[in-house]
């Protein structure tokens, strides 16, 4: 067998994203995103409202995220970005995570929350975009969710 090749990132941007309060629909939660910013070294921009996170429990601690928003880069410039993603909570944590208050302060490691995500646009200035992969890992604040989003080299 061959030497296993590395694997190298770095670090493409955050993405902070504001959420409006869920809709529980049984083991589906609809979370929709009210705004947020992207702040990178080689993009920044506004998350739009109406994006959002269709989350569905496969069991009382895992949840697959199927995260879809929209933001438009400081120069104008549309970016779409989809993702599917893993959420493990234990149920203590599942309990403070629906107080506003207490969520922020969650530390990160007590759960599991990542990403991968792509990218569409069509602005000849963000192009490279269409073709990286990206992974997020996340973390949760007291108005919705952030994520530092890396570009897998």
């Given at each position: 067998?061959?030497?296993?090749?590395?694997?190298?990132?770095?670090?493409?941007?955050?993405?902070?994203?504001e959420?409006?309060?869920?809709?529980?629909?049984?083991?589906?939660?609809?979370?929709?995103?009210?705004?947020?910013?992207?702040?990178?070294?080689?993009?920044?921009?506004?998350?739009?409202?109406?994006?959002?996170?269709?989350?569905?429990?496969?069991?009382?601690?895992?949840?697959?995220?199927?995260?879809?928003?929209?933001?438009?880069?400081?120069?104008?410039?549309?970016?779409?970005?989809?993702?599917?993603?893993?959420?493990?909570?234990?149920?203590?944590?599942?309990?403070?995570?629906?107080?506003?208050?207490?969520?922020?302060?969650?530390?990160?490691?007590?759960?599991?929350?990542?990403?991968?995500?792509?990218?569409?646009t069509?602005?000849?200035?963000?192009?490279?975009?269409?073709?990286?992969?990206?992974?997020?890992?996340?973390?949760?604040?007291?108005?919705?969710?952030?994520?530092?989003?890396?570009?897998?080299?």
């Amino acid at each position: 067998m061959a030497e296993p090749l590395p694997l190298n990132s770095s670090f493409l941007f955050n993405l902070d994203i504001e959420l409006e309060p869920p809709l529980v629909l049984g083991s589906r939660r609809i979370v929709i995103a009210k705004g947020g910013r992207v702040e990178g070294t080689r993009i920044g921009g506004r998350v739009l409202s109406g994006g959002g996170d269709w989350i569905i429990a496969r069991s009382e601690d895992i949840s697959l995220m199927d995260i879809r928003v929209a933001f438009e880069t400081d120069d104008s410039a549309p970016v779409f970005m989809s993702c599917v993603g893993r959420r493990v909570v234990t149920a203590d944590i599942a309990v403070q995570l629906t107080d506003r208050e207490k969520r922020g302060a969650l530390d990160p490691s007590r759960y599991y929350v990542r990403i991968l995500p792509t990218f569409e646009t069509a602005d000849e200035r963000y192009l490279w975009l269409n073709g990286i992969v990206g992974v997020g890992i996340g973390r949760y604040t007291s108005t919705g969710v952030s994520f530092d989003v890396h570009e897998i080299l």
